[in-house]
Nanobody, 120 residues
Framework: QVQLVESGGGLVQPGGSLRLSCAASGSIFSINAMGWYRQAPGKQRELVAAINRASSTNYADSVKGRFTISRDGANNTVYLQMNSLKPEDTAVYYC??????????????WGQGTQVTVSS
């Protein structure tokens, strides 16, 4: 089993920045890809960014050039640096982890989610 705990969400003005963190615990030795997904009210959950042990990354087109995903040396924490935030980035952001290395779909492990609200 893998447990994921997110932190770092909040309220920010348009153009501002936030940094999300996701700490993994449990059977982390088998984790390969980790990523961030988001779900806005009335919309489906979508991929924001993902990274695997080889440090390959994948980003949604809507966040390219604004968001950066990274992973610490021990590979048990993943970060999402969000810059130039827009109101349309408002959503609940979920951390995801999987045993496989694919960056295009989620695995079985989810965090509880953290709210990001971009508003003036």
């Amino acid at each position: 089993q893998v447990q994921l705990v997110e932190s770092g969400g909040g309220l920010v003005q348009p153009g501002g920045s936030l940094r999300l963190s996701c700490a993994a615990s449990g059977s982390i030795f088998s984790i390969n890809a980790m990523g961030w997904y988001r779900q806005a009210p009335g919309k489906q959950r979508e991929l924001v960014a993902a990274i695997n042990r080889a440090s390959s990354t994948n980003y949604a087109d809507s966040v390219k050039g604004r968001f950066t995903i990274s992973r610490d040396g021990a590979n048990n924490t993943v970060y999402l640096q969000m810059n130039s935030l827009k109101p349309e980035d408002t959503a609940v952001y979920y951390c995801n982890a999987k045993y496989g290395g694919s960056l295009y779909y989620p695995g079985n492990y989810w965090g509880q989610g953290t709210q990001v609200t971009v508003s003036s």
